[in-house]
């Protein structure tokens, strides 16, 4: 539980004191991580910080490329404090709510969506190390962290993860995730403490250039076709749960660093 945690605080004590900080600052001041080139880029002047984030989860703020410059410190320590953790909990507790109510079928056919990255795997190490800003995302750097295959268990997620298990309700992983990424991907879900699932789909190169929504509201599409019930879908963007066939419900897990359509 207290893991993700753990592993982030030594990883900044690690890059902090690999950066010779100086003793008289703080800890876990995650602005001394992140790279002050570049500029911000988007931004609406005399927005708090928390404005722009419940903009953001509230699907009013759409397709930003970046977290505004003065927010980026505001969202590194929201993605590395407790309140990051407790919406998480909250949504999942809700979802776990709605899947416990709701008449299965119990034919093995009710099935739950996970998103993976930012939903069921966290890369908050890797945006520990890169800065939350989005405006230095590489792609590069990112898929190298991706096939390290050493993502975490979103702890929340998985708890939910082996609820909806233990009450009759198959798990389908839908990730934007590429096709050539499946190897890691599957091993990175069992290391991390998803050990079962009824499909793993990742993007094939059929959906290049095809927004996030058109991928998944077409593979959930597809499982309805195979007799599947979404029961519930669960991401942490909206594309994840927008468009068609998304489920009975829909839940929205916390996601202020990034944004995909
Ligand atoms: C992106 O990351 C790769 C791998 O770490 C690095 O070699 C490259 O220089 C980076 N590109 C930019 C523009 O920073
Ligand atoms: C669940 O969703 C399916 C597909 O949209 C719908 O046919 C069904 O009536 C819904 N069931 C409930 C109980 O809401
Ligand atoms: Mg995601």
Known sequence: MASLILQIFLLLVIVATSQGSPVSDPPLQIHLLRSRLGSGGHHIPGVSCLSWRLGVETNNIIGWKTVPEECEDYVGHYMLGKQYREDSAVVTEEAFTHAKTFKLAGDGKDI??????????????????????????????????????????????????????????????????????????????????????????????????????????????????????????????????????????????????????
């Open 112 to 261: 739950w969506v996970f998103d993976v990255d930012e939903t069921t795997l966290s890369n908050l190490p890797y945006y520990a190390k890169h800065g939350f800003g989005a405006e230095l995302y590489n792609s590069t750097a990112f898929n190298q962290w991706v096939l390290t295959g050493k993502a975490l268990a979103l702890p929340e997620s998985l708890k939910l993860y082996r609820k909806l298990l233990s009450v009759g309700i198959k798990v389908v992983f839908l990730t934007g995730r590429t096709e050539d990424q499946r190897a890691v991907t599957s091993h990175n879900l069992n290391a991390a403490g998803y050990h079962v699932w009824e499909h793993l789909i990742l993007r094939s190169s059929s959906y290049s250039g095809k927004t996030a929504v058109f991928y998944k509201s077409s593979e959930r599409a597809k499982l309805e076709k195979k007799g599947y019930r979404i029961i519930g879908n669960i991401g942490d963007q909206w594309s994840d749960l927008l468009g068609t066939s998304v489920g009975n419900r829909t839940f929205k897990l916390p996601d202020p660093m990034y944004y995909i359509s």
